[in-house]
DNA sequence: GCAAAAGTGTTGGGAGTACACCCATGG
DNA sequence: CCATGGGTGTACTCCCAACACTTTTGC
Protein backbone atom coordinates (compact mmCIF):
# COMPACT_ATOMS: atom_id res chain seq x y z
CA UNK A 1 0.00 0.00 0.00
CA UNK A 2 2.77 2.42 0.14
CA UNK A 3 2.74 3.69 -3.28
CA UNK A 4 6.73 3.40 -4.76
CA UNK A 5 5.77 6.19 -6.89
CA UNK A 6 7.76 9.36 -6.08
CA UNK A 7 6.64 13.24 -6.05
CA UNK A 8 3.85 14.13 -7.79
CA UNK A 9 0.11 13.10 -8.07
CA UNK A 10 -1.18 14.41 -11.18
CA UNK A 11 -3.64 12.38 -12.45
CA UNK A 12 -5.07 10.25 -9.21
CA UNK A 13 -3.66 10.78 -5.52
CA UNK A 14 -5.94 9.59 -2.81
CA UNK A 15 -2.66 10.06 -0.15
CA UNK A 16 -1.54 12.84 1.08
CA UNK A 17 0.43 14.17 -1.35
CA UNK A 18 2.74 17.35 -1.47
CA UNK A 19 1.19 20.57 -1.69
CA UNK A 20 3.02 21.38 -5.06
CA UNK A 21 4.19 19.12 -7.18
CA UNK A 22 7.74 19.88 -9.53
CA UNK A 23 7.18 18.89 -13.03
CA UNK A 24 10.61 18.66 -13.97
CA UNK A 25 11.68 16.54 -10.84
CA UNK A 26 11.28 13.39 -12.57
CA UNK A 27 13.05 11.88 -16.01
CA UNK A 28 11.25 13.20 -18.60
CA UNK A 29 9.18 11.08 -20.69
CA UNK A 30 8.68 11.55 -24.46
CA UNK A 31 5.72 10.96 -26.54
CA UNK A 32 5.28 10.22 -30.35
CA UNK A 33 2.75 8.82 -32.95
CA UNK A 34 3.89 6.04 -35.28
CA UNK A 35 1.25 6.07 -38.33
CA UNK A 36 0.88 3.02 -40.03
CA UNK A 37 -0.49 4.37 -44.05
CA UNK A 38 -1.68 1.72 -46.28
CA UNK A 39 -3.38 1.78 -49.21
CA UNK A 40 -4.21 -0.47 -52.24
CA UNK A 41 -2.86 -0.41 -55.67
CA UNK A 42 -2.72 -2.85 -58.31
CA UNK A 43 -4.10 -5.56 -56.45
CA UNK A 44 -1.62 -5.22 -53.76
CA UNK A 45 -1.82 -3.61 -50.10
CA UNK A 46 1.23 -1.17 -49.14
CA UNK A 47 2.56 0.50 -46.77
CA UNK A 48 4.43 3.92 -46.01
CA UNK A 49 7.71 3.75 -44.87
CA UNK A 50 10.48 6.45 -44.54
CA UNK A 51 14.27 5.90 -44.81
CA UNK A 52 15.99 6.57 -41.66
CA UNK A 53 18.82 9.31 -41.50
CA UNK A 54 19.61 9.35 -38.37
CA UNK A 55 21.77 7.60 -35.84
CA UNK A 56 19.82 4.91 -33.63
CA UNK A 57 18.79 2.48 -36.78
CA UNK A 58 20.08 5.08 -39.55
CA UNK A 59 19.33 3.68 -43.20
CA UNK A 60 16.59 1.94 -42.42
CA UNK A 61 13.42 1.47 -42.91
CA UNK A 62 10.70 3.07 -40.28
CA UNK A 63 6.91 3.87 -39.97
CA UNK A 64 6.51 7.29 -40.46
CA UNK A 65 5.53 9.42 -37.16
CA UNK A 66 7.08 12.23 -34.92
CA UNK A 67 6.41 13.81 -31.94
CA UNK A 68 3.40 15.05 -30.37
CA UNK A 69 3.60 18.49 -29.63
CA UNK A 70 2.88 20.54 -26.18
CA UNK A 71 -0.46 21.47 -26.72
CA UNK A 72 -1.46 18.68 -29.37
CA UNK A 73 -3.69 15.62 -29.16
CA UNK A 74 -2.22 12.75 -30.00
CA UNK A 75 -4.72 12.16 -33.21
CA UNK A 76 -4.15 15.70 -34.56
CA UNK A 77 -0.39 15.11 -33.98
CA UNK A 78 -0.35 11.67 -36.32
CA UNK A 79 -2.85 13.89 -38.68
CA UNK A 80 -0.15 16.49 -38.89
CA UNK A 81 2.51 14.36 -39.98
CA UNK A 82 0.49 12.31 -42.17
CA UNK A 83 -0.06 15.68 -44.01
CA UNK A 84 3.70 16.82 -43.67
CA UNK A 85 5.40 13.24 -44.69
CA UNK A 86 2.63 12.51 -47.76
CA UNK A 87 2.67 16.31 -49.09
CA UNK A 88 -1.26 15.69 -48.95
CA UNK A 89 -2.83 19.18 -49.00
CA UNK A 90 -4.61 19.97 -45.52
CA UNK A 91 -8.18 19.70 -46.23
CA UNK A 92 -7.50 16.26 -47.64
CA UNK A 93 -5.70 15.11 -44.83
CA UNK A 94 -8.36 16.24 -43.00
CA UNK A 95 -10.70 13.81 -44.46
CA UNK A 96 -9.08 10.88 -43.79
CA UNK A 97 -9.66 7.73 -41.89
CA UNK A 98 -7.80 7.89 -39.10
CA UNK A 99 -7.60 5.74 -36.05
CA UNK A 100 -5.80 4.95 -32.97
CA UNK A 101 -4.25 1.17 -32.85
CA UNK A 102 -2.23 1.18 -29.72
CA UNK A 103 0.17 2.42 -27.54
CA UNK A 104 3.43 0.84 -27.17
CA UNK A 105 5.87 1.87 -24.22
CA UNK A 106 8.29 -0.61 -23.42
CA UNK A 107 11.09 1.52 -21.62
CA UNK A 108 13.79 0.08 -23.68
CA UNK A 109 12.27 0.77 -27.25
CA UNK A 110 14.27 3.28 -28.13
CA UNK A 111 17.95 3.24 -27.22
CA UNK A 112 18.13 6.79 -26.30
CA UNK A 113 15.53 7.99 -24.04
CA UNK A 114 11.48 7.05 -22.88
CA UNK A 115 9.62 6.98 -25.79
CA UNK A 116 5.90 6.48 -25.36
CA UNK A 117 3.97 6.14 -28.77
CA UNK A 118 0.97 6.31 -29.82
CA UNK A 119 0.61 4.14 -33.00
CA UNK A 120 -2.42 4.97 -35.22
CA UNK A 121 -3.14 3.27 -39.17
CA UNK A 122 -4.51 5.44 -41.63
CA UNK A 123 -6.25 4.43 -44.78
CA UNK A 124 -6.06 6.33 -48.06
CA UNK A 125 -7.20 5.61 -51.29
CA UNK A 126 -4.61 5.34 -54.41
CA UNK A 127 -2.47 8.25 -54.07
CA UNK A 128 -0.70 10.06 -57.54
CA UNK A 129 2.33 8.99 -55.23
CA UNK A 130 3.73 12.35 -54.31
CA UNK A 131 5.10 10.55 -51.30
CA UNK A 132 8.75 11.34 -51.05
CA UNK A 133 10.08 15.03 -50.90
CA UNK A 134 8.68 15.41 -47.35
CA UNK A 135 10.87 16.01 -44.73
CA UNK A 136 11.80 12.36 -45.07
CA UNK A 137 15.39 11.25 -46.70
CA UNK A 138 13.69 8.61 -48.42
CA UNK A 139 10.24 7.24 -49.12
CA UNK A 140 8.58 4.42 -50.10
CA UNK A 141 5.13 2.27 -50.09
CA UNK A 142 6.15 -1.29 -49.72
CA UNK A 143 4.27 -4.28 -50.64
CA UNK A 144 2.63 -5.82 -47.52
CA UNK A 145 -0.45 -8.43 -48.46
CA UNK A 146 -1.28 -10.57 -50.22
CA UNK A 147 2.14 -12.11 -51.29
CA UNK A 148 3.58 -10.57 -47.74
CA UNK A 149 5.61 -8.01 -46.56
CA UNK A 150 8.87 -6.71 -48.93
CA UNK A 151 10.77 -4.56 -47.41
CA UNK A 152 14.81 -4.60 -47.72
CA UNK A 153 15.49 -5.19 -44.11
CA UNK A 154 13.72 -4.93 -40.23
CA UNK A 155 12.33 -2.12 -39.56
CA UNK A 156 13.58 0.73 -36.63
CA UNK A 157 12.68 0.22 -33.38
CA UNK A 158 9.52 -1.88 -32.81
CA UNK A 159 8.22 -1.10 -36.18
CA UNK A 160 7.49 -4.32 -36.87
CA UNK A 161 5.42 -5.27 -34.72
CA UNK A 162 3.52 -2.24 -34.62
CA UNK A 163 3.05 -2.98 -38.35
CA UNK A 164 2.08 -6.37 -37.97
CA UNK A 165 -0.54 -5.44 -35.31
CA UNK A 166 -1.87 -2.54 -37.88
CA UNK A 167 -2.59 -5.37 -40.24
CA UNK A 168 -4.06 -7.15 -38.36
CA UNK A 169 -6.80 -4.95 -36.92
CA UNK A 170 -7.22 -3.36 -40.47
CA UNK A 171 -8.41 -7.32 -41.70
CA UNK A 172 -10.25 -7.92 -38.70
CA UNK A 173 -12.37 -4.22 -39.04
CA UNK A 174 -13.08 -4.88 -42.71
CA UNK A 175 -15.45 -7.37 -41.25
CA UNK A 176 -17.30 -5.33 -39.23
CA UNK A 177 -16.87 -1.68 -40.07
CA UNK A 178 -17.38 -0.13 -43.34
CA UNK A 179 -13.60 0.81 -43.35
CA UNK A 180 -13.30 -0.48 -46.90
CA UNK A 181 -14.68 2.61 -48.69
CA UNK A 182 -11.55 4.57 -46.96
CA UNK A 183 -9.39 2.59 -49.75
CA UNK A 184 -11.14 3.97 -52.62
CA UNK A 185 -11.69 7.12 -54.27
CA UNK A 186 -15.10 9.37 -53.42
CA UNK A 187 -16.80 7.48 -56.16
CA UNK A 188 -16.37 4.09 -56.18
CA UNK A 189 -17.80 0.71 -57.65
CA UNK A 190 -18.73 -2.03 -55.88
CA UNK A 191 -16.12 -4.20 -58.09
CA UNK A 192 -13.18 -2.12 -56.92
CA UNK A 193 -14.56 -2.38 -53.12
CA UNK A 194 -14.71 -6.02 -53.76
CA UNK A 195 -10.64 -5.91 -54.42
CA UNK A 196 -10.02 -4.05 -52.00
CA UNK A 197 -11.10 -6.80 -49.79
CA UNK A 198 -9.80 -9.69 -52.09
CA UNK A 199 -6.65 -7.92 -51.80
CA UNK A 200 -6.27 -7.09 -48.24
CA UNK A 201 -7.71 -10.44 -46.79
CA UNK A 202 -5.74 -11.78 -49.37
CA UNK A 203 -9.11 -14.54 -50.50
CA UNK A 204 -11.30 -14.43 -53.67
CA UNK A 205 -15.31 -13.53 -52.62
CA UNK A 206 -17.43 -14.69 -54.90
CA UNK A 207 -19.11 -11.39 -56.96
CA UNK A 208 -22.70 -11.84 -56.90
CA UNK A 209 -23.06 -12.72 -53.13
CA UNK A 210 -20.25 -10.26 -52.51
CA UNK A 211 -22.96 -7.35 -54.14
CA UNK A 212 -25.66 -8.65 -51.96
CA UNK A 213 -24.15 -8.46 -48.59
CA UNK A 214 -22.58 -5.07 -49.36
CA UNK A 215 -26.03 -3.67 -50.82
CA UNK A 216 -28.02 -5.43 -47.42
CA UNK A 217 -25.66 -3.96 -45.09
CA UNK A 218 -27.89 -0.72 -44.09
CA UNK A 219 -25.75 2.97 -44.62
CA UNK A 220 -22.44 0.94 -45.71
CA UNK A 221 -22.67 2.26 -49.00
CA UNK A 222 -25.03 4.55 -51.50
CA UNK A 223 -25.73 5.29 -54.89
CA UNK A 224 -23.30 7.90 -55.97
CA UNK A 225 -24.53 10.45 -58.52
CA UNK A 226 -23.10 10.82 -61.84
CA UNK A 227 -22.86 8.48 -64.61
CA UNK A 228 -21.49 4.56 -65.08
CA UNK A 229 -17.63 3.87 -65.31
CA UNK A 230 -16.26 1.24 -66.62
CA UNK A 231 -12.99 -0.33 -64.01
CA UNK A 232 -11.08 -1.80 -66.96
CA UNK A 233 -11.31 -1.59 -70.60
CA UNK A 234 -13.90 -4.24 -71.50
CA UNK A 235 -17.16 -4.81 -70.01
CA UNK A 236 -20.29 -3.44 -68.98
CA UNK A 237 -19.91 -0.09 -66.89
CA UNK A 238 -20.34 -0.39 -63.10
CA UNK A 239 -22.71 1.80 -61.25
CA UNK A 240 -21.10 4.15 -58.72
CA UNK A 241 -21.73 4.39 -55.20
CA UNK A 242 -19.86 5.79 -52.33
CA UNK A 243 -19.75 5.63 -48.46
CA UNK A 244 -22.58 5.71 -46.67
CA UNK A 245 -22.69 7.09 -42.91
CA UNK A 246 -22.57 3.55 -40.65
CA UNK A 247 -19.56 2.78 -38.43
CA UNK A 248 -20.88 -0.86 -38.23
CA UNK A 249 -21.68 -3.83 -40.38
CA UNK A 250 -25.41 -5.17 -39.54
CA UNK A 251 -24.64 -8.42 -40.75
CA UNK A 252 -20.99 -8.16 -40.63
CA UNK A 253 -19.12 -9.47 -44.35
CA UNK A 254 -17.25 -12.46 -42.72
CA UNK A 255 -14.28 -13.62 -43.95
CA UNK A 256 -14.15 -17.31 -45.82
CA UNK A 257 -12.88 -19.59 -43.12
CA UNK A 258 -9.50 -20.84 -44.56
CA UNK A 259 -8.01 -22.88 -41.86
CA UNK A 260 -10.05 -24.83 -38.98
CA UNK A 261 -10.31 -22.77 -36.47
CA UNK A 262 -7.09 -22.75 -33.63
CA UNK A 263 -8.88 -25.36 -31.19
CA UNK A 264 -6.16 -26.71 -29.13
CA UNK A 265 -8.09 -30.25 -28.68
CA UNK A 266 -6.37 -33.08 -31.25
CA UNK B 1 7.70 20.37 -45.12
CA UNK B 2 9.15 22.40 -42.91
CA UNK B 3 8.89 20.60 -39.57
CA UNK B 4 7.27 22.81 -36.58
CA UNK B 5 8.75 20.32 -34.07
CA UNK B 6 11.27 21.73 -32.22
CA UNK B 7 14.77 20.06 -31.10
CA UNK B 8 14.93 16.54 -30.58
CA UNK B 9 13.87 13.36 -32.40
CA UNK B 10 14.11 10.71 -30.65
CA UNK B 11 11.82 8.20 -32.80
CA UNK B 12 11.94 9.67 -36.18
CA UNK B 13 14.62 11.90 -37.68
CA UNK B 14 14.92 12.02 -41.39
CA UNK B 15 16.03 15.98 -40.86
CA UNK B 16 19.38 16.83 -40.16
CA UNK B 17 18.56 16.92 -36.17
CA UNK B 18 20.55 18.90 -34.24
CA UNK B 19 23.73 16.50 -32.90
CA UNK B 20 23.17 16.75 -29.65
CA UNK B 21 19.63 16.50 -27.94
CA UNK B 22 18.31 18.07 -24.80
CA UNK B 23 15.56 15.19 -22.76
CA UNK B 24 14.99 18.19 -20.31
CA UNK B 25 14.43 21.31 -23.07
CA UNK B 26 11.02 20.96 -23.32
CA UNK B 27 7.57 20.87 -21.21
CA UNK B 28 7.53 17.53 -20.25
CA UNK B 29 5.16 14.90 -20.60
CA UNK B 30 4.18 12.80 -17.78
CA UNK B 31 2.15 9.33 -18.41
CA UNK B 32 -0.18 7.80 -16.11
CA UNK B 33 -2.14 4.38 -16.54
CA UNK B 34 -6.00 4.53 -15.94
CA UNK B 35 -7.95 1.61 -14.86
CA UNK B 36 -11.67 0.28 -15.78
CA UNK B 37 -12.12 -2.83 -13.44
CA UNK B 38 -14.86 -4.50 -13.43
CA UNK B 39 -16.56 -7.63 -11.83
CA UNK B 40 -20.05 -9.04 -11.78
CA UNK B 41 -21.93 -9.55 -8.35
CA UNK B 42 -25.25 -10.07 -7.83
CA UNK B 43 -26.41 -9.65 -11.48
CA UNK B 44 -24.88 -6.30 -11.80
CA UNK B 45 -22.03 -5.30 -12.89
CA UNK B 46 -20.21 -3.15 -11.23
CA UNK B 47 -16.97 -0.75 -11.64
CA UNK B 48 -14.20 0.36 -8.88
CA UNK B 49 -14.23 3.74 -8.31
CA UNK B 50 -11.66 5.81 -5.76
CA UNK B 51 -12.48 9.10 -4.14
CA UNK B 52 -9.93 11.70 -4.84
CA UNK B 53 -8.65 13.60 -1.88
CA UNK B 54 -6.67 15.81 -3.82
CA UNK B 55 -6.91 19.18 -5.52
CA UNK B 56 -8.08 18.98 -8.95
CA UNK B 57 -11.79 16.91 -8.37
CA UNK B 58 -11.12 16.56 -4.57
CA UNK B 59 -14.35 14.67 -3.88
CA UNK B 60 -14.75 13.77 -6.58
CA UNK B 61 -14.94 9.93 -7.61
CA UNK B 62 -12.18 8.54 -10.27
CA UNK B 63 -10.86 5.52 -11.88
CA UNK B 64 -7.84 4.09 -10.23
CA UNK B 65 -4.67 4.47 -11.91
CA UNK B 66 -1.24 6.41 -11.43
CA UNK B 67 2.01 7.08 -13.05
CA UNK B 68 4.28 4.70 -15.46
CA UNK B 69 7.80 4.71 -13.40
CA UNK B 70 10.74 5.51 -15.45
CA UNK B 71 11.85 2.05 -15.98
CA UNK B 72 8.39 0.60 -16.19
CA UNK B 73 5.80 -0.63 -19.62
CA UNK B 74 2.15 0.82 -18.97
CA UNK B 75 0.83 -2.84 -18.45
CA UNK B 76 3.15 -3.69 -15.89
CA UNK B 77 2.26 -0.22 -14.21
CA UNK B 78 -1.65 -0.96 -14.73
CA UNK B 79 -0.90 -4.20 -12.84
CA UNK B 80 0.84 -2.96 -9.87
CA UNK B 81 -2.19 -0.12 -9.74
CA UNK B 82 -4.63 -2.56 -9.86
CA UNK B 83 -2.60 -4.72 -6.92
CA UNK B 84 -1.92 -1.47 -4.99
CA UNK B 85 -5.75 0.11 -5.25
CA UNK B 86 -7.54 -3.45 -4.85
CA UNK B 87 -5.04 -4.93 -1.73
CA UNK B 88 -5.24 -8.13 -4.02
CA UNK B 89 -2.37 -10.56 -3.49
CA UNK B 90 0.55 -9.79 -6.42
CA UNK B 91 0.38 -13.44 -7.66
CA UNK B 92 -3.90 -13.39 -7.97
CA UNK B 93 -3.14 -9.67 -9.80
CA UNK B 94 -0.70 -11.47 -12.49
CA UNK B 95 -3.36 -13.95 -13.65
CA UNK B 96 -6.10 -11.87 -13.74
CA UNK B 97 -7.43 -10.49 -17.64
CA UNK B 98 -5.43 -7.06 -18.39
CA UNK B 99 -5.84 -5.39 -21.46
CA UNK B 100 -5.19 -2.07 -22.98
CA UNK B 101 -7.84 -0.08 -24.43
CA UNK B 102 -7.16 3.46 -25.77
CA UNK B 103 -4.82 6.43 -25.15
CA UNK B 104 -6.28 9.78 -23.85
CA UNK B 105 -4.03 12.38 -25.15
CA UNK B 106 -6.43 15.94 -24.68
CA UNK B 107 -4.02 18.54 -23.85
CA UNK B 108 -6.53 20.08 -21.18
CA UNK B 109 -7.35 16.46 -19.84
CA UNK B 110 -5.70 17.66 -16.10
CA UNK B 111 -5.24 21.20 -15.54
CA UNK B 112 -1.85 20.68 -14.13
CA UNK B 113 0.52 19.61 -16.50
CA UNK B 114 0.23 18.12 -19.69
CA UNK B 115 -0.80 14.02 -18.92
CA UNK B 116 -0.93 11.76 -21.81
CA UNK B 117 -2.98 8.17 -19.72
CA UNK B 118 -2.96 5.15 -21.56
CA UNK B 119 -6.46 2.97 -20.33
CA UNK B 120 -6.36 -0.26 -19.20
CA UNK B 121 -9.73 -2.73 -18.87
CA UNK B 122 -9.25 -5.71 -16.11
CA UNK B 123 -12.04 -8.28 -15.58
CA UNK B 124 -11.84 -9.67 -11.82
CA UNK B 125 -14.23 -12.37 -10.34
CA UNK B 126 -16.45 -11.40 -7.65
CA UNK B 127 -13.95 -10.71 -5.06
CA UNK B 128 -14.34 -10.66 -0.82
CA UNK B 129 -14.52 -7.01 -0.77
CA UNK B 130 -11.12 -6.18 -0.12
CA UNK B 131 -10.69 -3.43 -1.89
CA UNK B 132 -10.82 -0.35 0.00
CA UNK B 133 -8.03 0.73 2.81
CA UNK B 134 -5.10 0.55 -0.34
CA UNK B 135 -4.19 4.24 -0.81
CA UNK B 136 -7.54 5.95 -1.83
CA UNK B 137 -9.31 7.63 0.65
CA UNK B 138 -12.37 5.61 -0.67
CA UNK B 139 -12.86 2.94 -2.41
CA UNK B 140 -16.10 1.38 -4.04
CA UNK B 141 -17.65 -0.86 -6.58
CA UNK B 142 -20.09 1.16 -8.53
CA UNK B 143 -23.22 -0.52 -10.33
CA UNK B 144 -22.33 0.37 -13.89
CA UNK B 145 -24.90 -2.15 -15.91
CA UNK B 146 -27.62 -3.26 -16.72
CA UNK B 147 -29.41 -0.76 -14.92
CA UNK B 148 -27.37 2.14 -15.56
CA UNK B 149 -24.70 3.95 -14.01
CA UNK B 150 -25.01 4.98 -10.54
CA UNK B 151 -22.08 6.95 -9.07
CA UNK B 152 -22.85 10.09 -7.12
CA UNK B 153 -21.57 12.54 -9.50
CA UNK B 154 -19.70 12.96 -12.61
CA UNK B 155 -16.53 11.40 -12.22
CA UNK B 156 -13.05 13.67 -12.34
CA UNK B 157 -11.33 14.14 -15.74
CA UNK B 158 -12.52 12.60 -18.74
CA UNK B 159 -13.17 9.20 -16.76
CA UNK B 160 -16.68 9.28 -17.83
CA UNK B 161 -15.68 9.18 -21.32
CA UNK B 162 -12.83 6.27 -20.48
CA UNK B 163 -15.97 4.04 -18.43
CA UNK B 164 -18.28 4.42 -21.65
CA UNK B 165 -15.33 3.16 -24.18
CA UNK B 166 -14.19 0.99 -21.47
CA UNK B 167 -17.85 -0.50 -21.40
CA UNK B 168 -18.84 -0.79 -24.70
CA UNK B 169 -15.72 -2.54 -25.62
CA UNK B 170 -15.98 -5.58 -23.02
CA UNK B 171 -19.82 -5.56 -24.40
CA UNK B 172 -18.41 -6.22 -27.77
CA UNK B 173 -15.81 -8.28 -26.60
CA UNK B 174 -17.38 -11.31 -25.26
CA UNK B 175 -19.19 -11.65 -28.62
CA UNK B 176 -16.12 -12.94 -30.01
CA UNK B 177 -13.30 -13.63 -27.66
CA UNK B 178 -13.55 -15.86 -24.17
CA UNK B 179 -13.57 -13.20 -21.67
CA UNK B 180 -16.74 -14.08 -20.00
CA UNK B 181 -14.38 -16.65 -18.36
CA UNK B 182 -12.54 -14.22 -16.50
CA UNK B 183 -15.39 -12.75 -14.40
CA UNK B 184 -16.16 -16.04 -13.47
CA UNK B 185 -14.37 -18.18 -10.62
CA UNK B 186 -11.95 -21.21 -11.38
CA UNK B 187 -14.76 -23.34 -12.04
CA UNK B 188 -17.79 -22.49 -12.82
CA UNK B 189 -21.04 -23.02 -14.51
CA UNK B 190 -22.71 -22.83 -17.23
CA UNK B 191 -25.86 -21.21 -15.90
CA UNK B 192 -22.84 -18.68 -13.91
CA UNK B 193 -21.18 -17.92 -17.40
CA UNK B 194 -24.91 -16.83 -18.89
CA UNK B 195 -25.51 -14.64 -16.17
CA UNK B 196 -22.32 -12.91 -16.97
CA UNK B 197 -23.28 -12.20 -20.17
CA UNK B 198 -26.71 -11.68 -19.27
CA UNK B 199 -25.70 -8.97 -16.86
CA UNK B 200 -23.36 -7.03 -19.38
CA UNK B 201 -25.75 -6.92 -21.76
CA UNK B 202 -28.31 -6.63 -20.30
CA UNK B 203 -30.41 -9.06 -21.96
CA UNK B 204 -32.32 -12.73 -21.52
CA UNK B 205 -30.72 -15.40 -23.47
CA UNK B 206 -32.36 -18.67 -24.23
CA UNK B 207 -30.46 -21.64 -21.99
CA UNK B 208 -30.32 -24.44 -24.53
CA UNK B 209 -29.22 -22.36 -27.35
CA UNK B 210 -26.51 -20.58 -24.86
CA UNK B 211 -25.42 -24.33 -23.69
CA UNK B 212 -25.17 -25.69 -26.86
CA UNK B 213 -23.14 -22.41 -28.66
CA UNK B 214 -20.95 -22.56 -25.29
CA UNK B 215 -19.79 -26.18 -26.14
CA UNK B 216 -19.50 -25.53 -29.81
CA UNK B 217 -16.63 -22.95 -29.96
CA UNK B 218 -13.64 -25.01 -29.31
CA UNK B 219 -11.34 -24.22 -26.68
CA UNK B 220 -13.71 -21.70 -24.80
CA UNK B 221 -14.28 -23.89 -21.89
CA UNK B 222 -13.32 -26.95 -21.01
CA UNK B 223 -14.44 -29.73 -18.04
CA UNK B 224 -13.11 -28.98 -14.92
CA UNK B 225 -12.09 -31.57 -12.42
CA UNK B 226 -13.95 -31.48 -9.40
CA UNK B 227 -17.97 -32.42 -8.58
CA UNK B 228 -20.85 -30.92 -9.66
CA UNK B 229 -22.21 -27.62 -7.91
CA UNK B 230 -25.01 -26.09 -6.93
CA UNK B 231 -26.02 -22.40 -8.02
CA UNK B 232 -28.83 -21.36 -5.63
CA UNK B 233 -30.43 -23.56 -3.07
CA UNK B 234 -32.47 -25.79 -5.12
CA UNK B 235 -32.34 -27.63 -8.61
CA UNK B 236 -30.05 -30.12 -10.26
CA UNK B 237 -26.13 -29.24 -9.85
CA UNK B 238 -24.56 -28.32 -12.66
CA UNK B 239 -21.62 -29.33 -14.24
CA UNK B 240 -18.24 -27.58 -13.61
CA UNK B 241 -15.69 -26.16 -16.48
CA UNK B 242 -13.03 -24.20 -16.37
CA UNK B 243 -11.35 -21.63 -19.04
CA UNK B 244 -10.30 -23.00 -22.41
CA UNK B 245 -7.38 -21.72 -24.17
CA UNK B 246 -9.03 -19.78 -26.99
CA UNK B 247 -8.72 -15.82 -27.64
CA UNK B 248 -11.33 -16.31 -30.16
CA UNK B 249 -14.54 -17.68 -30.57
CA UNK B 250 -15.79 -19.95 -33.72
CA UNK B 251 -18.25 -18.92 -34.12
CA UNK B 252 -19.16 -15.85 -31.63
CA UNK B 253 -22.05 -15.57 -30.08
CA UNK B 254 -23.74 -12.80 -30.83
CA UNK B 255 -25.94 -10.20 -28.95
CA UNK B 256 -29.30 -10.71 -30.06
CA UNK B 257 -30.40 -7.80 -32.26
CA UNK B 258 -32.46 -5.16 -29.80
CA UNK B 259 -33.10 -2.37 -32.17
CA UNK B 260 -33.12 -2.32 -35.59
CA UNK B 261 -29.46 -1.04 -36.81
CA UNK B 262 -28.59 2.17 -37.38
CA UNK B 263 -29.24 2.45 -41.04
CA UNK B 264 -29.86 6.08 -41.82
CA UNK B 265 -32.10 5.45 -44.28
CA UNK B 266 -35.78 6.38 -43.74
C1' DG C 1 -45.49 -33.85 -4.82
C1' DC C 2 -43.93 -29.42 -6.24
C1' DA C 3 -40.72 -25.83 -7.50
C1' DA C 4 -36.43 -24.78 -9.50
C1' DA C 5 -32.44 -25.37 -12.06
C1' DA C 6 -29.77 -28.50 -15.39
C1' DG C 7 -29.69 -30.80 -19.52
C1' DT C 8 -31.62 -32.96 -24.27
C1' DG C 9 -34.56 -33.12 -28.47
C1' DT C 10 -37.09 -31.29 -32.32
C1' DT C 11 -38.57 -28.28 -35.80
C1' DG C 12 -39.39 -24.39 -38.99
C1' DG C 13 -37.59 -20.32 -40.98
C1' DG C 14 -33.81 -17.58 -42.59
C1' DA C 15 -29.22 -16.65 -44.09
C1' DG C 16 -25.33 -17.81 -46.96
C1' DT C 17 -23.10 -20.46 -50.61
C1' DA C 18 -22.54 -22.07 -55.04
C1' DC C 19 -23.88 -21.83 -59.02
C1' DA C 20 -26.33 -20.76 -63.78
C1' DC C 21 -27.73 -17.20 -66.47
C1' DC C 22 -28.54 -12.53 -68.85
C1' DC C 23 -26.73 -7.64 -69.96
C1' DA C 24 -23.62 -4.17 -71.84
C1' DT C 25 -19.52 -2.87 -73.94
C1' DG C 26 -14.85 -2.95 -76.76
C1' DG C 27 -12.31 -5.05 -80.09
C1' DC D 1 -19.21 -12.57 -82.33
C1' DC D 2 -16.37 -13.18 -78.59
C1' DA D 3 -14.10 -11.80 -74.39
C1' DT D 4 -14.78 -9.34 -70.23
C1' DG D 5 -16.81 -7.45 -66.41
C1' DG D 6 -21.58 -6.01 -64.34
C1' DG D 7 -25.86 -7.57 -62.56
C1' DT D 8 -29.94 -11.02 -61.39
C1' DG D 9 -32.10 -15.35 -60.19
C1' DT D 10 -32.31 -19.79 -57.79
C1' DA D 11 -31.80 -23.93 -55.24
C1' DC D 12 -29.64 -26.36 -51.67
C1' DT D 13 -27.60 -26.51 -47.10
C1' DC D 14 -26.83 -25.56 -42.67
C1' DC D 15 -27.39 -22.83 -38.77
C1' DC D 16 -30.09 -21.25 -35.16
C1' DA D 17 -33.99 -19.35 -32.48
C1' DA D 18 -37.94 -21.10 -30.24
C1' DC D 19 -40.07 -24.21 -27.48
C1' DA D 20 -41.32 -28.85 -25.57
C1' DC D 21 -39.60 -32.17 -22.71
C1' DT D 22 -36.81 -35.02 -19.25
C1' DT D 23 -33.65 -35.17 -15.13
C1' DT D 24 -32.08 -34.13 -10.53
C1' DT D 25 -32.22 -31.91 -6.46
C1' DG D 26 -34.42 -29.27 -1.88
C1' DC D 27 -38.31 -28.56 0.70
Known sequence: MPTS???PEPDHGPEPAPPTYDKY?????AVTVDLAVFTVRHQELLVLLVERGEDPYAGRWALPGGFVQPRE???AAARRE???ETGLPQPVVEGLHLEQLRTYSDPDRDPRMRVVSVAHTALVPDLPE?????DAAGARWFPCAPHGFRAPEPLA????????DAYERICAKLEYTGLATAFCPPAFTLGELQQVYETVWGTALD??????KVLAAPGFVEPAPGARRRTSQRGKPAVLYRAGGAAVLHPPLLRPVAA???GQDI
Open 73 to 75: AAD
Open 25 to 29: AFEPF
Open 5 to 7: EPG
Open 207 to 212: RPNFRR
Open 260 to 262: PPE
Open 82 to 84: LAE
Open 130 to 134: PVAGS
Open 157 to 164: FDHDRILG
